[in-house]
Structure formats: C-alpha cells, structure tokens
C-alpha cells in the first residue's frame, strides 16, 4: 500500500544538486531486493553511503542510524511501560541485526573486517564514516587545494570531467566546506581554459 504524503513540481535540493521532481510518495518499508554494489575502499564513498541511506530509507531502517538520546525520569515506571519498553528494544534490536546484516553484505572482505567487531550498526557507520569521510584538517586542506587547482584531464570526456568536478564539489560538502554556487561557476570554466592553454 502506498500512501502519499505530499506531492510536489518543480525542482528538490539533493546535497549540491538540483533535481527536476513531480511527485514525491512515501511508501510503506518493504523487504524487497536490496541490491548495492560493495564498498572496497577505492570507490566514491560518498556516492555509495547516499545509495545506503536511500535503500535503508526504502526498507524502513534509516531510524537505526540516528543517534537516540535518552531521557531520564525521576519517577518510577508502571508494569505496562515496562512492558511497551521490552517491546521496543526488541523491535529496535531486530532492526540493528538486519543493518548490520545489510551493511555486511554491501562491504569487502576488507573494509568488513576492519569494523565487524562493532557491536551496533550505528558503530558500524560511524567507524566507516571515520574512516573514509574524514574531517581532519589536512584533508580539508587537500580538497580546497584539489578544488582551487581544479582542472580538466585531457583523456576524459565533457561529462566524466564534469562528474568529477560535482565529486570534488560533494567532497567538500560532505565534511561541512560549502563551495558557493558563484565560486563553482568561476572555477568550471576556468578549468577548461587552463587545460586548453597547456
């Protein structure tokens, strides 16, 4: 059963991009296919997480990957909250065991190995994110400079040069370094002048 929830023409912000929509519906979680090509460690790790969130969106598991705060009460529980209570850390440990199942399968040999001894799946995505999403310092460093000296590679088309310019653009974004659309628009061609001077 699909409901909707809002529809909506026009254009939807996704990260740095725009995207022409028409109707956006929620539907309900499903135990359909999930099909994700495996993380190595060499791929775009920012495409992959997207695709992640987006098939965990689908299945109804995004919520495991949320930071939960709890709240403390002075007052004491009845039976039946305990009850409810008991209900839901079941239901929330049976969402967390199919996470880390989902992430196990759409991981190398080596990156599973590197995070499977996490006991969570949220701990799972965090010692990922760590690892591949880095927010030091020197990187930060590393993809301003990569993006300042942005330019075109002789041997790739229009569009693979372009698609790697929107990478470096996600890249920035994803470690909270926002590129402003006129800087973007002074770079690109910029790029391409640099790479037919030489």
Known sequence: MVQKIFMFEGFLKLG???????????????????????????????????????????QGLLSVLKEET????????????????????VKKAEKDLRVRSLLSVCLSDVILRKIMHETTALSMWKALEKDYQTKSLPNRIYLKKK????????????????????????DLASIKVTISDEDQAIQLPQAYRQSMNH
């Open 16 to 58: 740095n991009r725009y995207t022409q929509a028409r109707v956006i519906e929620k539907m309900d979680p499903t135990r359909g296919k999930f099909e994700i090509e495996k993380f190595d460690g060499k791929g775009d790790f920012g495409l992959w997480k997207f695709k992640m969130l987006a098939q965990l969106e689908i």
């Open 147 to 170: 993006f300042s000296c942005y330019k075109r590679e002789e041997d790739k088309s229009m569009e693979e040069n372009f698609d790697l310019f929107l990478k470096l653009i996600d």
């Open 70 to 89: 709890t709240s403390t009460s002075d007052g004491q529980k009845a039976d039946d909250d305990d009850e409810v209570d008991v209900k839901k850390d």
